[in-house]
C-alpha cells in the first residue's frame, strides 16, 4: 500500500527552530513507522520560498529574493539530516519543475471557470502574506497573530471562487469525517466554512517574487496557491525521469500547524476539487510548543535552538522529548528543564538502565549467549500487544498514544525485572532453568519493544539491535520468539550524563 506523509512547507526567511523540527519528525516517526511495516512510502518536506515577505526581507538586506533563498534554503535542506528525518526528497518552491506545475494546475482552474479578474481591497498582513477579514482585523487593524498593524491593500487581482465550494466543502467533512484530524480542529474548519466564504485573490500584481501567472505577466500567484501545490507537483519531478504521482497521490497524512488550519482545509480541498484531482485523506493538525504560555517562534525571540540540545544530548534525544512532551493535536510547554528531565527518568533510567542491565546480566550470568529457553507467556503476551496498537494508533497519527503504549511495556520490563531477580535466581544453580528463561524474556522483549520504538530513536535502537546482532527493524519481527538470538555483544550507556 502506498503511503504519502508530508509537513508543512517552511519559511526560509526565518533560522530553523523547534517547532520546524516538531512537524517534520512527527511526520518523520510516521513515515519509519510504515516503512517498517512494508508499506510504499513517499515522505516529503521542503521550503516556502515566494511571497512578499522574502522579497521585502531580501531588499532590507540589499539582496536579491533568489540570493536571499538560495543562501537560507541550505539551513533546512541541512537540519533534516541532523533530524536524521529520513525525507524522500526536499521541495523548494523555487524548483522550475514546480513553479511549471503550478502554472499548469492553476491554468486548469482557470479553464474549468474557477477564476475571474477584479479589485481587492482590504486589509493585509506582510507577515503572514495573507489577507484578514473585517472579523479578523478588529476594531484596532492589528494582525490577530503579529499583532502588527495591517495595512489596507488595493489592487488588480485574479480571484478564486472558493465561495463555489462551500456545499462541496461541507459535504466533503459530512463524508469523511476525519479528512480534518483530531476532532477539535474539525469542528473549527466546518465553523469556519459554515460562517460564509468569500472569494479569495490568486495571484498580487505589486510585485514580482512569486510564480508568474502563464496567462497575465503582470501578475504572480498568491503564494498560498504556489505552496499548497508543493504537495501535489513534488511527485512529478521528485525521482529525475519517473513521475510519482499516479503511485502517491492523494497523499494518505498532511501534517500541519494550527496556525494553517484554514488553507490546509479550505483552500487547499476547494483547489484540488476546481481542478478535478483526488483529495488527500488526512489533514493532521498539531498544536504549537509554547514558552510559558506563549508560542514559541522566531519572532517571539523565545526559540529553543534545536541544535543546541542535539550537540549537547544527541539527536534522538530531541525527537524523543518533542514527540513524548507535547501531546499529539494540543498545545504544550517545552523547556530545557523539562527536556532534561524526561532525558533523565525516561531515556537515561527506564529505557537506557533496562538496556544496559538486561545485556550486562547475560554476559555476568550466561557469558553473553543468549539461553535458547522458553519464554514467560505472560511477559510475551503483554509485549506481544504492542506492535498491533501502535499500528492503529499510528494510523490515527496519535503518536502520544503510540509513545505510551510502548513506554507502559518498558516500564513493564524494568518491573519484571525486579520482580524476578535474576541476581537471586543466580546464586542459587537449582533454579538455573528459570534464570535462562527470565533472561531470555527479557532480552527478547528488550529486542521487539526496540524495532517498535525504532522510528521515534533510530540511532539508538539501532545500536541496541545491532548489539544484540538482530539488526532487523521490520514489524514482522516485533513479537517475543525463543531461540532467535544467540551471542550478544556489549553496549556503551545509549544516554549517558552530559
Ligand atoms: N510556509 C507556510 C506553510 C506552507 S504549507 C503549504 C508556513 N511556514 S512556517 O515556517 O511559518 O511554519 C510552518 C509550520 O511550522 C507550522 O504550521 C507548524 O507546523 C510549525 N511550527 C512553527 N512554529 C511552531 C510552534 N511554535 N509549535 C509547533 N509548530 C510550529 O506557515
Known amino acids: 500500500m502506498a503511503f504519502y506523509v508530508t509537513t508543512p512547507i517552511y519559511y526560509v526567511n526565518a533560522a530553523p527552530h523547534l517547532g520546524h523540527a516538531y512537524s517534520t519528525i512527527a511526520a518523520d516517526v510516521m513515515a519509519r513507522h510504515m516503512r517498517q511495516r512494508g508499506e510504499d512510502v513517499f515522505f516529503l518536506t521542503g521550503t516556502d520560498e515566494h511571497g512578499e515577505p522574502v522579497a521585502l526581507a531580501a531588499e532590507r538586506e540589499g539582496l536579491t529574493p533568489q540570493e536571499l533563498v538560495d543562501r ?48 481587492y481591497e482590504g486589509w493585509y498582513c506582510p507577515r503572514c502574506a495573507d489577507f484578514k477579514t473585517d472579523a479578523e482585523a478588529g476594531d484596532d487593524n492589528l494582525c490577530p497573530i503579529h499583532k502588527l498593524p495591517l495595512t489596507r491593500e488595493k489592487e488588480d487581482n485574479y480571484f478564486f471562487r472558493l465561495s463555489a465550494f462551500q456545499d462541496d466543502l461541507l459535504k466533503l467533512l459530512d463524508e469523511q469525517p476525519d479528512f480534518v484530524m483530531p476532532r477539535h480542529r474539525y469542528n473549527e474548519a466546518r465553523a469556519f466554512i459554515e460562517s460564509g466564504l468569500q472569494d479569495v485573490s490568486l495571484s498580487r500584481s505589486t510585485f514580482t517574487w512569486g510564480v508568474p501567472v502563464p496567462w497575465d505577466e503582470g501578475h504572480v500567484f498568491y503564494v498560498w496557491f504556489d505552496a499548497l501545490l508543493n504537495y501535489y507537483t513534488a511527485l512529478s519531478y521528485a525521482r529525475p525521469g519517473e513521475d510519482l504521482t499516479d503511485r502517491f497521490w492523494p497523499a494518505q497524512f498532511h501534517l500541519i500547524g494550527k496556525d494553517i488550519l484554514k488553507f490546509h482545509t479550505v483552500f487547499w480541498p476547494a483547489m484540488l476539487l476546481a481542478a478535478e484531482l483526488p483529495l488527500p485523506e488526512h489533514v493532521f493538525v498539531h498544536g504549537f510548543l509554547l514558552i510559558g504560555k506563549d508560542k514559541m517562534g522566531k519572532s517571539a525571540g523565545n526559540a529553543i535552538d534545536p541544535f543546541k540540545i542535539m550537540d549537547e544530548y544527541g539527536t534522538d534525544a530531541l525527537r524523543f522529548y518533542l514527540m513524548r512532551e507535547v501531546s499529539f493535536g494540543h498545545d504544550g510547554a517545552v523547556s530545557e528543564e523539562g527536556f532534561r528531565a524526561r532525558y533523565e527518568s525516561e531515556l537515561a533510567n527506564d529505557f537506557g538502565n533496562l538496556a544496559s542491565r538486561t545485556i550486562a546480566m547475560v554476559h555476568r550470568y550466561r557469558d553473553g549467549v543468549v539461553p535458547g529457553a522458553e519464554l514467560d507467556a505472560d511477559l510475551a503476551a503483554e509485549i506481544d500487544g504492542l506492535v498491533g496498537e501502535v499500528s492503529e494508533q499510528l494510523d490515527r497519527a496519535d503518536l502520544t498514544a503510540a509513545g505510551e503504549a510502548i513506554w507502559l511495556r518498558v516500564r513493564r520490563l524494568n518491573r519484571y525485572v525486579e520482580e524476578r531477580a535474576p541476581w537471586t535466581l543466580a546464586k542459587d544453580p537449582e533454579r538455573a532453568a528459570e534464570l535462562d528463561s527470565v533472561l531470555a524474556s527479557l532480552i527478547e522483549g528488550l529486542r521487539v519493544v526496540s524495532v517498535v520504538l525504532h522510528p521515534w530513536l533510530p540511532e539508538s535502537t539501532g545500536k541496541l539491535l545491532d548489539a544484540l546482532d538482530s539488526p532487523q527493524i521490520e514489524l514482522e519481527c516485533a513479537r517475543m520468539q525463543a531461540g532467535r538470538l544467540g551471542a550478544i555483544s556489549t553496549l556503551a550507556a545509549l544516554f549517558p550524563k552530559p
Open 72 to 119: 537560507n534554503a541550505p539551513r533546512f535542506v541541512d537540519l533534516m539530516p541532523r533530524l536524521n528525518v529520513s525525507n524522500d526528497f526536499f521541495i523548494r518552491t523555487t524548483d522550475p519543475e514546480h513553479k511549471a506545475k503550478v502554472q499548469e494546475v492553476l491554468s486548469r482552474i482557470r479553464e474549468n471557470g474557477h477564476v475571474y479578474e477584479g479589485v
